[in-house]
């Protein structure tokens, strides 16, 4: 080591990275404690979330789907009954909308 020079790296916190990892770890865990019910709703809606948002055309499919079993399950807000379809239409819009801005092909 004569004559050659040790750089030492700096050592940074990624804090993104840490906070995703501490997020991935408490949906793991949520999903592992929680009932097999509410383990599989929550997978199917993450992974439905993350389809429309990646191809809004999934989301559109998921609303014909949605709109025989719209009134199964419903949830009263205000003087309005919110059901999936409702839920699915404004994934489906604002999946859409970001899809334009991304694109720069809406004018706003």
């Known amino acids: ?23 991935i770890a408490a949906i793991g865990l949520g999903i592992a404690l929680a009932p097999m019910t509410w383990a599989v709703l929550v997978v199917a ?7 429309t948002l990646v191809r809004p ?3 559109v499919l998921l609303v014909v789907v949605a709109v025989p ?14 059901g999936v379809t ?10 859409w909308l970001m899809r334009l801005l991304a694109r720069r092909t809406l004018a706003v």
């Open 45 to 51: 809606g993450i992974a439905a979330v993350l389809a």
């Open 69 to 82: 079993f719209g009134s199964v399950r419903q949830v009263r807000v205000g003087v309005m009954n919110v």
């Open 1 to 23: 080591m004569s004559g050659s020079k040790v750089a030492w790296a700096r050592k940074t916190v990624d804090i993104r990275g840490l906070v995703s990892i501490g997020l």
């Open 86 to 95: 409702e839920v699915l239409v404004a994934l489906v819009l604002a999946a």
């Open 57 to 59: 055309q999934i989301g």
